[in-house]
């Protein structure tokens, strides 16, 4: 398995922008699919970006499509996710994760490893 260590979470005003970072180390980072999810409390984990083993295939969840954007730089083991025109309903805490397989997955129980997440908290 991969280890995930996530940062760049905060508190942010409406509109806002912020940019998470994940950072893998242990096996090789550019044999895995990435993924980022999000939990607010009392809700269901939400699938919100996912990026490629080379960076070449994305997918969104349709709450964030057009406002963030996930990408991933192998030579440092680090996957991104632009946050921009923030809103509070995006307040929760983001998770990344890593699956071996070669398809992007979209659903939480799919992906192998877990980072231990960071809070997002955007104000109105």
């Known amino acids: 398995q991969v280890q995930l260590v996530e940062s760049g979470g905060g508190l942010v005003q409406a509109g806002g922008s912020l940019r998470l970072s994940c950072a893998a180390s242990?096996?090789?980072?550019?044999?895995?699919?990435m993924g980022w999810f999000r939990q607010a409390p009392g809700k269901e984990r939400e699938f919100v970006a996912a990026?490629?083993?080379?960076?070449?295939?994305?997918k969104y969840g349709d709450s964030v499509k057009g406002r963030f954007t996930i990408s991933r730089d192998n030579a440092k083991n680090t996957v991104y996710l632009q946050m921009n025109s923030l809103k509070p309903e995006d307040t929760a805490v983001y998770y990344c994760?890593?699956?071996?397989?070669?398809?992007?997955?979209?659903?939480?129980?799919?992906?192998?490893?877990w980072g231990q997440g960071t809070q997002v908290t955007v104000s109105s």
């Open positions: 990026i490629s083993r080379s960076g070449g295939t994305t």
């Open positions: 994760a890593a699956d071996s397989r070669l398809i992007v997955q979209v659903k939480w129980n799919e992906y192998d490893s």
């Open positions: 242990g096996r090789t980072f550019s044999s895995y699919a």
